[in-house]
């Protein structure tokens, strides 16, 4: 271990892992990187550069637009390694381009955050130009020297969540939270020889791209989705065995709707019961079979909530973000806030049509708003005005049966993601402290 490896663990780094607590197995040693093969060396970052870690070049506006690639904050978010064709131009001179030029395996830390678990957020870049690019003064460069260290295989140890405590730790907060070059210097770090690491590296690479494939199969999905949404709920395209005119009707002339409420929070007696209550938040859900909170008997009949149905078109009132306007459905019985209105389902329409008729106009349901410039909220009257194009109930229900099919298609995609991450973050703490090897020891 370097002097100054030995420094920040005699300081102490103002973090803690659960390696610290355990205790360490044959054939493993403890280290400020944690419980890690005796085989394997530590260091601190700093130590395994080729040059002093450093902010970027001055991103002066009249400077955008043209010139060559620049690597901005936002680019650290898009794609893993950063991807060439989200850079922005910028007009870099030669001085510039001399001193902040990218080489491949740099990796990249976000030096500020609005909170703190997102500071020092990182991504590598790997080379495929010839062309020179250079990086913002808000991200710090890293760049790893070859002959100790594989540039992916750190980037990959400064993800994980031993090096995650220590950043997180070590950063500063005042009305932002930063993290300044020696934190990223004093990092500890894992060193497995270098075949090793970049078996760690290509598997976890493997992951990624595995991710990649199926946020961009998510995306196609979606976008085809949208296209049947326009197309189908509109009457533009019919499906087989369906003609006829569609009558136009208001939502107040075949149902009607009705808006929650809260029981007071400050009445212990109004929670905790057995009857599901809705929060507008919970409107992201889309399709709602379970809500957070819970309510008693007693705080329903002192309250303005009501009991709904199942199978109510759900529509956020109030907001200034996202919510108002947001469109879902219950498929269990439930009582809501007063920011959702419930628009109760009949005989008389297929409540599945009229979600996805009222969700694929979420714009349109913003700009209904009362207030200057659409900025107050929905309200009952203006839900039971809005106009309704309506075929006959048979083709209603092969509709929404349509929708309801390419919902689930990308339902079933969205879980096979997040449990490939799932399986990603078990991959990297067992790779990144050598629980599991990938290259044999000598």
Not at 28 to 46: M, N, Q
Not at 156 to 166: L, Q
Not at 184 to 197: H, N, Y
Not at 318 to 327: S, W
Request: glycine residues 8%.
């Amino acid at each position: 271990m370097s002097s100054e490896a030995t420094q920040v663990h005699e300081q102490g780094a103002g973090y803690s892992t659960t390696d610290e607590i355990q205790e360490v197995p044959s054939g493993y040693k403890r280290t400020d990187a944690g419980v890690i093969p005796i085989d394997w060396g530590s260091d601190i970052l700093g130590n395994v550069l080729k040059k002093p870690v450093q902010n970027g070049v001055f991103n002066a506006p009249g400077k955008k637009g043209h010139g060559i690639k620049l690597i901005n904050v936002i680019n650290l978010y898009h794609a893993i390694p950063i991807l060439l064709e989200s850079l922005e131009l910028f007009d870099a001179t030669a001085t510039e381009i001399k001193s902040y030029s990218v080489s491949h395996g740099d990796i990249f830390f976000t030096r500020s955050s609005l909170t703190p678990e997102g500071i020092a957020h990182c991504n590598v870049y790997s080379r495929d130009t010839s062309d020179p690019i250079v990086f913002d003064c808000h991200l710090i460069r890293a760049c790893p020297d070859r002959s100790k260290v594989d540039g992916f295989f750190l980037f990959r140890y400064c993800t994980s969540s031993i090096a995650r405590k220590y950043l997180v730790a070590s950063a500063k907060t005042t009305t932002m939270t930063t993290v300044d070059q020696s934190v990223i210097t004093r990092l500890p770090i894992p060193i497995p020889d270098i075949p090793e690491q970049r078996a760690i590296a290509e598997a976890l690479s493997d992951v990624d791209g595995l991710l990649g494939a199926l946020e961009a199969l998510i995306a196609k999905k979606r976008a085809i989705k949208q296209a049947a949404m326009q197309q189908l709920l509109t009457g533009k395209t019919r499906l087989p065995g369906f003609s006829g005119e569609w009558e136009t009707k208001r939502i107040g002339e075949f149902t009607d709707c009705t808006a929650g409420g809260t029981p007071s929070t400050l009445n212990a007696e109004y929670w905790g019961g057995p009857i599901q209550w809705m929060n507008s938040g919970e409107l992201n859900q889309k399709i709602v079979h379970d809500v957070e909170g819970r309510i008693t008997e007693k705080g329903l009949r002192e309250s303005s909530t009501k009991v709904i149905p199942p199978r109510c078109v759900l529509i956020g009132l109030a907001g200034q973000g996202k919510t108002r306007g947001t469109v879902a459905m219950n498929l269990v019985e439930l009582c809501m806030n007063q920011s959702i209105a419930a628009i109760f389902p009949s005989d008389a329409f297929v409540s599945e049509y009229l979600y996805f008729n009222l969700d694929a106009r979420y714009d349109e349901l913003r700009g209904m708003s009362t207030g200057d410039g659409g900025r107050g909220g929905l309200n009952l009257r203006i839900i039971r005005s809005i106009s309704v194009p309506f075929p006959l109930f048979e083709e209603q229900t092969a509709i929404a049966t349509v929708l309801s099919d390419m919902d689930a298609e990308i339902t079933a995609l969205e879980h096979r993601r997040d449990k490939t991450k799932q399986i990603k973050q078990g991959m990297m703490q067992q790779l990144l402290t050598g629980r599991v090897r990938l290259v044999k020891p000598a």
